[in-house]
Each structure stands twice: as structure tokens, then as C-alpha cells.
């Protein structure tokens, strides 16, 4: 749970931030945010979700 928290917040900053730098319309960034939303309610959400996990795992799993 703590995880895709950390990882909406990450990606509400990014959005921020091009809004702001890159040029991104907020138009754009609500179709983003509406695409999401339909992909979460899609029969590909468990998918993304599995593929998140494992992404996070195998950074977490990098020594320094």
C-alpha cells in the first residue's frame, strides 16, 4: 500500500512538472488522468500492477 502511494505522488510531481516546464497542456494531463483511471477498471490492471511490483522489487533488490 505504502508503494502506490509513493508512486502517485512520484507521478503527480512529474505531471506537475511538465505542466509547468515541458509544455504539457493541462488539457493533456486530464486525458492522462482519465486514461488511467479506465486502465485501472480494464481487465489489463492486475497486469500493470504485477509488472509496477516487479519493477519496485528489482530496484529494491540493487546493492549500492
Do not use: D, Q, W
Request: proline share 2%; aromatic share 6%.
Amino acid at each position: 500500500m505504502a508503494l502506490s502511494i509513493s508512486v502517485v505522488v512520484l507521478l503527480a510531481i512529474i505531471v506537475i512538472l511538465m505542466v509547468r516546464k515541458s509544455g504539457l497542456k493541462g488539457g493533456h494531463a486530464v486525458i492522462c488522468v482519465l486514461l488511467g483511471f479506465y486502465l485501472a477498471s480494464s481487465s489489463i490492471a492486475p497486469t500493470i500492477n504485477e509488472f509496477t511490483t516487479n519493477v519496485a522489487g528489482m530496484i529494491g533488490g540493487i546493492k549500492f
